[in-house]
């Protein structure tokens, strides 16, 4: 039988048994991909995808099946792990939007409980955050590699687009004295896109299509693409593993595996639906997971900041509002939650949408469905969108293929996950599920009177053409901060 552990349990669990049955303090870990949806490798389910490294990870340890993000955007996400809040609490919740330096983050916490921090690969989280780490180390979006004073180290060729050739020579380089904490952040499988990456690159014959995208050469070539960056990744990641074992730590050493958000195709990243915000998620730390474990249970990135201050026995105050997953590594028949929640903001186009999920339905709130689901600019430029118009304007798309260009969308949107996987079919309309829409609105009303989640004060402007994506005259570089647009739209009147 499951058993649920209460918030106040999450409080309770008391670390130092934890540690006296580990040894000690362990180690951590995180690696992050940019832009891989939960089901895009070999671990979970998907054949024609080989990622050996991240499947060796949950062979030695665990897999979570039903792990989600709060937003499925870049820059927030991230926002959203460091700070154990959901975007709309730390200021940065739209994307290239910094952290200020009043949020509280994990890492301060953990330097203060006496770990040496080190941040290598995609940064995204603005300047203040650089100081919330003893060592960063970062790859631009272009691939380039800057240290800490902003000076280029290594130009963007070859693997280097990757944002992870500098990940085992971080471990090399850390202090022996302490326990350390990694953020490793990878680049791929962000666009752009090269060819040739791999000696043996991905089929198209291999490539899994969904639903919602037409299968034509185009579009498999696209998707085999971004298949090879997962493998080249997953390569990075089998490095990791091989250095802390020769480093001998790596049996006190938690490796976390997540994505930040889904893959950039379209109705997948800046979506609510699974593609967008269900995480692969595995554990792997040999001196306490038991290998080869399943753990079904609903868990949120927004609970990452807590477990990770409970693990290093660091202090944390109310700031944090995950709960600490800690007891689900030890019993996987725990659970820490019945429902996660997430959002959708500003992302290169205007929209606010929010979600509640559960282990059988999804409720989406859509506040602005006088916009269609327009994907994000990168995706909206792919082969696979282009290929979409074409086919849109000859009238050859499925009412599934359609589903980024129909306006209004509905205003709310009720999925049964289990039996539609791919939320195709919308239950909101249907008296039979009348009940299951009305708890699901609940829970999501609640959980945003509980996290202060309110209508904006501004909307934002799309940055880019809906159709064409060229630029509008309103982009600009780096982009202002929500203070200062909040300062720049009070001058203008165009505040709501």
């Known amino acids: 039988m499951r058993v649920f552990i209460s918030l106040a349990f999450a409080f309770w669990v008391n670390f130092a048994a934890w540690a006296e049955l580990a040894g000690s303090r362990p180690n951590i870990v995180i690696i992050i991909a940019d832009d891989m949806s939960w089901n895009d490798c070999s671990l979970y389910g998907n054949k024609g995808l080989p990622t050996p490294n991240i499947d060796r990870l949950a062979a030695e340890g665990m897999r979570f099946d039903r792990a989600f993000l709060t937003i499925s955007s870049c820059s927030p996400s991230r926002a959203s792990i460091i700070t154990g809040r959901y975007p709309h609490q730390t200021d940065a919740e739209q994307l290239h939007w910094p952290i200020p330096g009043n949020q509280v983050t994990f890492t301060e916490k953990l330097m203060e ?26 790859a631009d979006t272009s691939g380039f590699i800057v240290s800490k004073q902003g000076k280029f180290e290594e130009s963007a060729k070859g693997d280097a687009k990757s944002g992870a050739t500098e990940w085992v020579r971080a471990l090399r380089e850390r202090p022996t004295n302490k326990p350390f904490f990694f953020w490793l952040a990878a680049l791929d ?37 971004y298949y090879d960056e997962i493998r080249r990744l997953d390569r990075f990641v089998g490095m990791v593993i091989a250095e802390l074992k020769r480093q001998k730590v790596d049996k006190n050493t938690l490796v976390m595996f997540i994505s930040d958000n889904g893959r950039p195709m379209p109705r997948d990243k800046t979506t609510l639906y699974d593609s967008g915000v269900r995480t692969p998620w595995i554990v792997r730390w040999p001196d306490k997971v038991k290998p080869n474990t399943v753990n079904s249970n609903l868990v949120s990135s927004v609970d990452i900041a807590r477990t990770f201050m409970d693990l290093a026995g660091a202090k944390y105050g109310e700031t944090f509002v995950g709960n600490s997953f800690m007891p689900m590594l030890e019993d996987a028949e725990v659970s820490i939650r019945s429902y996660a929640f997430g959002e ?23 506040f602005y469905p006088h916009y269609p689901n327009t994907p994000s600019a990168d995706a909206l430029r792919s082969p696979v969108f282009r290929k979409m118009q074409v086919l849109r304007d000859a009238g050859k798309l499925s009412p599934a293929q359609m589903s980024c260009f129909i306006k209004p969308r509905p205003v709310e949107e009720l999925y049964d996950v289990v039996n539609d996987p791919y939320e195709l079919v919308n239950l909101a309309g249907r008296p039979e599920y009348a009940e299951d829409l009305k708890r699901l609105r609940l829970q999501l009303k609640l959980w945003q009177k509980r996290t202060h989640d309110q209508e904006p004060e501004f909307e934002a402007p799309d940055e880019f053409d809906r159709e064409t994506c060229l630029p509008l005259p309103v982009r600009h570089r780096p982009r202002a901060s929500k203070a200062q647009m909040l300062q720049q739209f009070r001058k203008t009147g165009r505040i709501k």
């Open 344 to 366: 959708k903001n500003w992302h290169d186009f205007s929209d606010r949408c929010r979600y509640v999920r559960d282990e059988r339905f999804k409720y989406i709130r859509n």
């Open 189 to 225: 499988p962000h666009r752009p896109y090269d060819q040739n990456i791999l000696n043996d690159p991905t089929g198209l014959e291999d490539v899994k299509l969904p639903p919602y995208v037409p299968d034509t050469p185009e579009v498999r070539a696209d998707y085999a693409l």
């Open 113 to 138: 409980a006496g770990y040496w921090t080190a941040l290598v690969g995609k940064f995204h989280m603005g300047k203040a955050m650089k100081s919330r780490f003893d060592v960063v180390k970062e």
